[in-house]
């Protein structure tokens, strides 16, 4: 079992910069791919940002390519998401999500291929 909480949330200002972070615990952190997920209020929630486990590849939505970016540290079981130039479309609850599936090379981004989710934290950005 694995559990992911989440920090760096909170309130900004359009244009400005957050960092998310999601700490994992357990031992096998280095094998599983992680992903950022948003859902805003009365919308489904998709995948903003992901990095596969083998070679570190990434994935990004078109919605934040340029702005977002992802990371993991192995060694301190963590995954970031630096958020820059925020918008205020960029309002949502975000979530930090774990795939455990080691046969899976590419950056997952779909719901269904991760197994455990954190509790979420909220972004919002002011116009």
């Known amino acids: 079992q694995v559990q992911l909480v989440e920090s760096g949330g909170g309130l900004v200002q359009a244009g400005g910069s957050l960092r998310l972070s999601c700490a994992a615990s357990?031992?096998?952190?280095?094998?599983?791919?992680m992903g950022w997920f948003r859902q805003a209020p009365g919308k489904e929630r998709e995948c903003v940002a992901a990095?596969?486990?083998?070679?570190?590849?990434?994935y990004y939505a078109d919605s934040v390519k340029g702005r977002f970016t992802i990371s993991r540290d192995n060694a301190k079981n963590t995954v970031y998401l630096q958020m820059n130039s925020l918008k205020p479309e960029d309002t949502a609850v975000y979530y930090c999500?774990?795939?455990?599936?080691?046969?899976?090379?590419?950056?997952?981004?779909?719901?269904?291929?991760?197994?455990?989710w954190g509790q979420g934290t909220q972004v919002t950005v002011s116009s």
């Open positions: 999500a774990a795939d455990a599936d080691a046969r899976r090379m590419a950056a997952p981004v779909y719901l269904y291929e991760y197994d455990y």
């Open positions: 357990g031992r096998t952190f280095s094998s599983y791919a």
């Open positions: 990095i596969s486990w083998s070679d570190g590849r990434t």
